[in-house]
């Protein structure tokens, strides 16, 4: 089992920056694949970033490149999300996830075997 705790949410108005980060344990932090997510209100659940075990592999929705970065620091078992030129469309619960295949930087949710609570992101404009 592995247990994921976001945080670092909160309310921002539109072209602030936030830092989100989720802390991981149970199971070595090193065998898993980190992933972060978002659901809005009536929305699905949707890839955000996703990075590799070793950070060497890195994913991102179309919609956050070149303003959101997902970085990872193992020694701290923890998966971070830096938000930059955050837009109210960006308001959503931001959930964390591990994936058991650590190779690998998964973009769907069934490629993931844990869920954090979620973090809620609300930007206003």
């Known amino acids: 089992q592995v247990q994921l705790v976001e945080s670092g949410g909160g309310l921002v108005q539109a072209g602030g920056s936030l830092r989100l980060s989720c802390a991981a344990s149970?199971?070595?932090?090193?065998?898993?694949?980190m992933g972060w997510f978002r659901q809005a209100p009536g929305k699905e659940r949707e890839f955000v970033a996703a990075?590799?075990?070793?950070?060497?592999?890195?994913n991102y929705a179309d919609f956050v490149k070149g303003r959101f970065t997902i970085s990872r620091d193992n020694a701290k078992s923890t998966v971070y999300l830096q938000m930059n030129s955050l837009k109210p469309e960006d308001t959503a619960l931001y959930y964390c996830?591990?994936?058991?295949?650590?190779?690998?930087?998964?973009?769907?949710?069934?490629?993931?075997?844990?869920w954090g609570q979620g973090t809620q992101v609300t930007v206003s404009s």
């Open positions: 996830a591990a994936d058991g295949t650590p190779l690998r930087a998964g973009i769907t949710r069934s490629q993931y075997d844990y």
């Open positions: 149970g199971r070595t932090f090193s065998a898993f694949g």
């Open positions: 990075i590799s075990w070793s950070g060497t592999t890195k």
